[in-house]
């Protein structure tokens, strides 16, 4: 059950980072972060209160608020890397925030077996491949790999932090809500002092309308980002964290994939064949 978890983890966040980065080349990406997680927190309100998950208030949501101010920095960095670059590029590249909770696993004692561990391999391997990789170029370039790395350390925390935030599935939702709380004061005081400073907060043509119509758009990158966090909180508490935290990091392969189905990105040879490691890794990871 935790490989399946991973999994759909891999699914929503890939899908959710390929909705992120086509909107943030048409709306600042700021405004992408706090308006899909103002969706978010009003949805997962209304999940709190028709749970009564509110009785599960206690000092583990310090977590979560630590995930929730970390999170709109990881998001910002890691959508604008996405619109610098080439999806199929960074998007694999952030997915070395894995060893963020795979080192604190490691430490909390877990111990994979063998085939786990050669399986954790070929997965990275195969995730850091599906992404070309392609690391010369112009200064533009290089800018979007530092802010891919910015946003991988900070993926890695959130999946360490989210998974000791709760103990109980209603306990999840509190834990969820109050980090997406903390996600949009965050990421709305940063929207503030921007705007402070010149930036703009919306599209310089079309303004409010383009960001009302993209709202199913923000809506879906919102959910399924807060989705994704919850079925890897509930993979690493039904299995071990070392496994759940490569099965979740897939989440590149999917995002390449639809780059290509949507975007028409031809897929390399290499990219091609990480995609097939990954999915060995996956296997080796689910039979261990």
């Known amino acids: 059950m ?18 992120g980065g086509l909107l943030t080349r048409r709306i600042p990406a700021l405004t992408v972060v706090v308006v899909s997680q103002c969706v978010a927190v009003v949805v997962l309100g209304a999940i709190v209160v028709a749970t009564g998950a509110w009785s599960e208030w206690g000092p583990q949501l310090w977590f979560a608020v630590a995930a929730g101010a970390v999170g709109p920095v990881a998001m910002l960095a890691f959508y604008r890397a996405l619109a610098l670059g080439p999806m199929g590029v960074v998007s694999p ?16 004692g877990e111990r994979p077996g063998l085939l786990q561990y050669g ?34 350390f900070g993926f890695g925390a959130v999946m360490a932090l989210i998974a000791e935030a709760s103990t109980t599935v209603t306990g999840l939702f509190l ?9 949009v004061v965050a990421g709305g005081s940063a ?18 309308r383009v960001v009302w119509a993209a709202l199913p758009a923000l809506a879906f990158v919102g959910l399924a980002d807060v989705a994704a966090n919850g079925t890897y909180a509930m ?54």
């Open 2 to 19: 935790s490989a399946l978890f991973a999994l759909a983890t891999s699914l929503l966040w890939g899908l959710a980072d390929f909705g």
């Open 93 to 108: 590249l952030g997915s070395i925030g894995v060893l963020v909770p795979v080192g604190v696993g490691l430490l909390l």
């Open 119 to 152: 399986g954790i391999a070929v997965a990275v391997v195969g995730v850091l491949l599906a992404g070309g990789p392609e690391l010369r170029g112009a200064p533009v370039q290089r800018q979007a790999i530092l802010l891919t790395f910015v946003a991988a």
């Open 175 to 183: 834990a969820l809500f109050v980090q997406r709380v903390t996600n």
């Open 191 to 208: 929207l503030w002092l921007s705007v402070r400073r010149g930036a703009r907060a919306l599209p310089e043509e079309g303004g409010f």
């Open 235 to 288: 993979a690493a508490r039904t299995g071990p964290v070392t496994v759940a935290a490569v099965l979740a990091s897939l989440y590149p392969v999917v995002t390449a994939l639809a780059a290509r189905g949507v975007l028409k990105e031809q897929l390399r040879t290499v990219q091609a064949a990480g995609a097939g490691l990954a999915l060995l890794g996956t296997v080796l990871l689910a039979g261990g």
